[in-house]
């Protein structure tokens, strides 16, 4: 099922643009310590953590995430590594980033981040977590269960619902990953992994319309 996102019906647009919004937490731009760029296949992400850094949110950056099947054939040499790369070409000094190249999945990124961070003697107590849009609700959701001690904040490339399909390129991937993630919501707080959020009535609705559409390539 490849159907580019202005080809689906409009009720489903309205399903996927619900759930859209809903991932999005808009927490607000502030100082933290340390500022996490969440691996994944989206380069954006580390473009997004560079930008943050030049604003003068955080003075250290940590980039996370290891080589997986999914991301392979994009970045090589693991996420960590790759993000790096392109954010000391946009100007961020080697200096002020450190990679983390074990993580798999959130629940590792946020946890090996945390020890990474403590054999240094690194302690902090706000974390800024960059990373796809449709992800930050989940990001959140297992930092707090992870790490509690920390205050922290989400943060993503501000950008509507098709821009960011113009920018991964690819539709059905994001519709995918987008249902895939709001299952997680519950999912993985009942399993323990993540804290419990709250899925209002209307999210449930879309989601259960989208899975039932066939978007079911990312259920866990």
């Known amino acids: 099922m490849q159907k580019p996102l202005a080809t689906l019906p409009e009720w ?11 991932h999005d937490l808009g927490h607000p ?8 760029g969440l691996g994944s296949h989206d380069l954006g992400v580390a473009v997004h953590t560079s930008r943050l850094y030049h ?6 950056i940590v980039f996370t995430g290891a080589k997986t099947p999914t991301t392979a054939d994009v970045f090589p040499r693991g996420e ?10 946009l100007g961020v000094p080697e200096s002020a980033i450190l990679v983390e190249t074990r993580a798999r999945n959130t629940g590792d990124n946020i946890a090996f981040t945390r020890d990474l961070l403590a054999g240094l003697g690194l302690h902090p107590r706000t974390v ?12 959140y959701a297992t ?3 992870l790490w509690p001690e920390v205050e922290v904040r989400c943060a993503a490339q501000s950008l509507s619902l098709e821009e960011y399909v113009g920018h991964i390129g690819d539709a059905d991937r994001v519709l995918n990953m987008l249902v895939g993630d709001t299952q997680r919501i519950t999912e993985y707080a009942e ?6 959020q709250v899925v209002p009535p209307r999210v449930r609705q879309a989601y259960e319309r989208l899975v039932d559409a066939g978007y079911t390539e990312r259920l866990v």
Not at 29 to 36: A, D, L, T
Not at 128 to 139: E, G, I, T
Request: with cysteine.
């Open 80 to 89: 960590a590594v790759h993000y790096r790369e392109h954010a000391i070409g």
């Open 191 to 196: 399993r323990g992994f993540a804290v419990p």
């Open 29 to 36: 731009h502030s100082r933290c310590e340390v500022g996490i």
């Open 12 to 22: 489903l647009r309205e399903d996927v643009n619900t759930l859209w919004e809903y």
């Open 55 to 60: 604003l003068g949110l955080f003075p250290l």
């Open 143 to 145: 930092c707090r269960k």
């Open 128 to 139: 800024m977590l960059v990373c796809k849009p449709y992800h930050q609700r989940r990001a």
